[in-house]
Nanobody, 128 residues
Framework: QERLVESGGGAVQAGGSLSLSCAASGRTFSSYTVGWFRRAPGKERDFVAGINRSGGRTDYADSVKGRFTISRDNAKNTVYLQMNNLKPEDTAVYYC?????????????????????WGQGTPVTVSS
């Protein structure tokens, strides 16, 4: 069982930056593909960014490309999401998720259904 804890959310003005962290408790976290998702009020949970187990592959939603950067430090069991030039439409609860399918660890996975473990979420509010 993997426990994920997000941190770093908060309130910022448009154009500002936030850095989210996702800390994992398990010993095999470095084998997992990890993704960041977000759910805005009244909307479905959407893929934001993903990273494979080595960190060598990443993928982003079109809406955040060029502004967000996902990275990981397997020695610290932590995945990060650096968010720059934030916009009001980035307002949402942000979740990190990990896939327990080690065989898919070389891939970046985008569907929420591909992930087995989820954090509790951290809220991000961007004001105009």
């Amino acid at each position: 069982q993997e426990r994920l804890v997000e941190s770093g959310g908060g309130a910022v003005q448009a154009g500002g930056s936030l850095s989210l962290s996702c800390a994992a408790s398990g010993r095999t976290f470095s084998s997992y593909t990890v993704g960041w998702f977000r759910r805005a009020p009244g909307k479905e949970r959407d893929f934001v960014a993903g990273i494979n187990r080595s960190g060598g592959r990443t993928d982003y939603a079109d809406s955040v490309k060029g502004r967000f950067t996902i990275s990981r430090d397997n020695a610290k069991n932590t995945v990060y999401l650096q968010m720059n030039n934030l916009k009001p439409e980035d307002t949402a609860v942000y979740y990190c998720a990990a896939s327990a399918n080690i065989g898919l660890g070389i891939l970046v996975l985008t569907p929420p259904t591909a992930y087995d473990y989820w954090g509790q979420g951290t809220p991000v509010t961007v004001s105009s």
